[in-house]
């Protein structure tokens, strides 16, 4: 399986980013994708996730502002991020897991300054 995360770039405080991933390859009807984040100076962390069947969660931080979504026909997974903060400043990737194997993308910079 290959990921191919885009989307990421500069906004203000305040805005919105969209970021996409297109997932390619043997693709199983059972997986489960989402996105991580990581942030100057800290570790990989959760951002959100979504089941085949549409089951979503959220890290706490992403909950009410985030919102992931995905289209099992074209492969795609997609982070609505709304109300950005300098916080949210990070490279974001995408995350595919499928028979107990775990595929990354590659990360897309999302700078959030004014």
């Known amino acids: 399986v290959q990921l191919q995360a885009s989307g990421g770039g500069l906004v203000q405080p305040g805005g919105s980013l969209r970021l996409s991933c297109a997932a390619s390859?043997?693709?199983?009807?059972?997986?489960?994708m989402g996105w991580y984040r990581q942030g100057p100076g800290k570790q990989r962390s959760f951002v959100a996730g979504?089941?085949?069947?549409?089951?979503?969660n959220y890290a706490a931080d992403a909950k009410g502002r985030f919102t992931i979504s995905r289209d099992n026909t074209n492969n795609t997974m997609s982070l609505q991020m709304n109300n950005l903060k300098p916080e949210d400043t990070a490279v974001y990737y995408c995350?595919?897991?499928?028979?107990?194997?775990?595929?990354w993308g590659q990360g897309t910079q999302v700078t959030v300054s004014s």
């Open positions: 979504i089941t085949d069947m549409g089951t979503t």
């Open positions: 995350r595919h897991v499928q028979g107990g194997i775990v595929y």
């Open positions: 390859g043997r693709i199983a009807s059972v997986n489960i």
